[in-house]
């Protein structure tokens, strides 16, 4: 939400006074979310801490028209032996810092785009002004295939110096996320809660490494427990943090697409991953694909495309080279190259691996290769003589 209401807190310098930020961290506190209009008469009654002193006086109900009569009320209880300072004090203590659109640490990327967050609630670090960043998001629920691809995504991206924007979803964004930082990189995590606040649990891994090697953040004040009404609004914030956005696996009806509909109304560019049309998880991508966004068919494909001049237009620039997922050299490349990430009976791997190559290989000899690429975690045997592609962790 916004509040125009911290732009009578400009100092000199063109910050805010980490005192000023005690009280606009008591405001988010006291006055809650889901009224715009509630915070659009805000300005008028003066500086966050001029609205204390009305809240605490039980003037502030005067102030305000009819309808927010009850909001006023709520807001007078919870102030009542509010320590402005000490509970700042406290936040700070806890390695979350504050920052306004009138700070220097403030995102440029986020001054330009409609409705950006007043406040950042942050933990770690922000995202390095001039590098190139990327929102890597997709399905929660996604297949091998695209587990393995955010993966190679996320890993590209940090080797080439380009931070990873995403959501720290179960998924494709937790995926992607995780990659980027084991391979050095940075990741921001965009949270739809508290930034003291691990959701999901099952990502406490992630979320430890976020703090210690890259950051995460929310316009929402800490303690604020997830809700879903809160995700959609935070999507425009990951968005807004990157150059591009690049969607691996979506349905056809995506939350994902959510954040596609925000980086168009940015101008930010938007890649997809193709898959087959008979898969549910790749319909959205295949669409956004027709409907103009970029083909994302290989990591390096996609870099050489983020790291030239943007067209600025909102859609990525197609290209027709395609990518090749081989990943290995000799026999051992060429056999996981034919390895579907469904899994396949040997005779038919046998049958692709010769008509793709234009050369015979006996069973005996392919499965020893298949054994030995499921010893290194790049396949996995289902049910006796089938196989599968997996993304190698």
């Given at each position: 939400m916004r509040m125009e209401v911290t732009e009578k807190l400009t100092g000199e310098d063109g910050g805010v006074t980490e005192e000023e930020k005690a009280y606009i961290h008591w405001l988010y506190q006291a006055a809650g979310f889901g009224s715009r209009g509630f915070f659009r008469s805000l300005p008028?009654?003066?500086?966050?801490?001029?609205?204390?002193?009305?809240?605490?006086?039980g003037a502030l109900s005067g102030k305000l028209s009819d309808r927010f009569q009850k909001r006023a009320e709520r807001m007078s209880e919870f102030s009542r032996g509010y320590d402005v300072e000490g509970e700042y004090g406290r936040m700070r203590a806890r390695g979350i810092f504050l920052v306004t659109e009138k700070?220097?640490?403030f995102p440029e990327r986020l001054k330009g785009i409609p409705d950006p967050p007043c406040v950042l609630y942050c933990a770690g670090k922000l995202p390095q002004e001039g590098k190139k960043a990327v929102a890597l998001v997709g399905a929660r629920d996604c297949t091998e295939y695209g587990r393995y691809m955010a993966g190679q995504f996320g890993a590209a991206f940090a080797k080439a110096g380009v931070q990873v924007i995403s959501g720290m979803a179960r998924g494709i964004d937790g995926i992607g996320q995780s990659a980027a930082l084991r391979e050095g990189g940075y990741s921001l995590g965009v949270l739809g809660c508290g930034v003291d606040i691990c959701y999901p649990q099952e990502n406490r891994e992630l979320y430890e490494m976020l703090l210690?090697?890259?950051?995460?953040?929310?316009?929402y004040p800490p303690g604020t427990e997830p809700?879903?009404?809160?995700?959609?609004?935070?999507?425009?914030?990951?968005?807004?943090l990157s150059d591009a956005v690049l969607v691996v696996e979506a349905r056809e009806r995506s939350g994902t697409l959510i954040t596609v509909d925000m980086a168009l109304e940015q101008g930010r560019e938007v890649y997809a991953l193709p898959g087959r049309a008979t898969d549910p998880l790749s319909g959205g991508c295949n669409r956004l694909i027709r409907q103009g966004a970029g083909l994302a068919s290989s990591p390096e494909e996609l870099l050489g495309e983020i790291l030239e001049e943007s067209t600025g237009n909102g859609v990525g620039r197609k290209r027709e080279k395609q990518g090749s997922l081989v990943f290995l050299e000799g026999a051992a490349g060429e056999i996981l190259s034919v390895l579907d990430f469904n899994?396949?009976?040997?005779?038919?791997?046998?049958?692709?691996?010769?008509?793709?190559?234009?050369?015979?290989?006996?069973?005996?000899?392919?499965?020893?290769?298949?054994?030995?690429?499921?010893?290194?975690?790049?396949?996995?045997?289902?049910?006796?003589?089938?196989?599968?592609?997996?993304?190698?962790?």
């Open positions: 008028d009654l003066g500086t966050p801490q001029e609205i204390y002193r009305l809240t605490v006086s700070d220097r640490q210690e090697a890259g950051g995460v953040c929310s316009e809700r879903a009404v809160l995700f959609p609004p935070r999507n425009r914030i990951i968005s807004g899994p396949l009976p040997a005779q038919e791997l046998q049958r692709r691996y010769e008509e793709t190559y234009k050369k015979t290989i006996t069973l005996p000899v392919l499965f020893k290769e298949l054994l030995e690429l499921c010893a290194c975690g790049h396949a996995r045997q289902v049910g006796g003589g089938y196989f599968m592609r997996i993304m190698k962790t």
